[in-house]
């Protein structure tokens, strides 16, 4: 069946760096989109930033120029590289798959149907 491990949260001060990465596995292709999520109690799931299998990235306003989602096809791995990091980013964020077909993929977590357990990131 289908893993999404999370790993590479943490606790860091404003200004500092995280990465994160999703191992994947229980499939021989790589998936149509991948994407990180992130939440805080009593909000809504927030989409941070999704890749297709091409390459194609959206990321959402709050991370742009701070944030870079990559991927590598040969270790079914995603990554989430975050930069300038803010308290305002102080969330679980959580690795997300769609393998089934689709023209483009957006930052919806409808549009995904496996996730991660989710990794801790603490920013002060």
Same mark, same amino acid.
């Given at each position: 069946? *289908?893993q999404l491990v999370e790993? @590479?949260?943490? $606790? *860091?001060? !404003?200004?500092? $760096?995280l990465?994160l990465s999703? !191992? !994947?596995s229980?499939?021989t292709?790589?998936p149509?989109? %991948?994407? +990180?999520f992130?939440?805080?109690?009593g ?5 941070? =930033?999704v890749i297709?299998s !091409?390459?194609r990235? $959206?990321?959402a306003?709050?991370v742009?120029?701070r944030f870079t989602?990559?991927? /590598?096809?040969?270790k079914f791995t995603l ?9 305002? /980013?102080?969330a %679980?964020y959580?690795? =997300?798959a769609r +393998?089934?077909w689709s023209d $483009?993929?957006?930052r919806i #977590?409808?549009d995904f @149907?496996? +996730?991660? #357990?989710?990794? #801790? *990131?603490? *920013?002060?």
């Open positions: 069946h *289908v790993s @590479g949260g943490g $606790s *860091v001060q !404003a200004t500092g $760096s990465r999703c !191992a !994947a229980g499939k292709n790589t149509r989109c %991948m994407g +990180w992130r939440q805080t109690p909000k809504e799931r927030e989409g941070v =930033a297709d !091409a390459g990235t $959206s990321y306003d709050s742009k120029g989602i990559s991927k /590598d096809n040969a990554y989430l590289q975050m930069n300038s990091l803010k308290p305002d /980013d102080t %679980m959580y690795c =997300a +393998w089934m $483009s993929c957006h #977590q409808e @149907g496996y +996730w991660g #357990q989710g990794t #801790q *990131v603490t *920013v002060s």
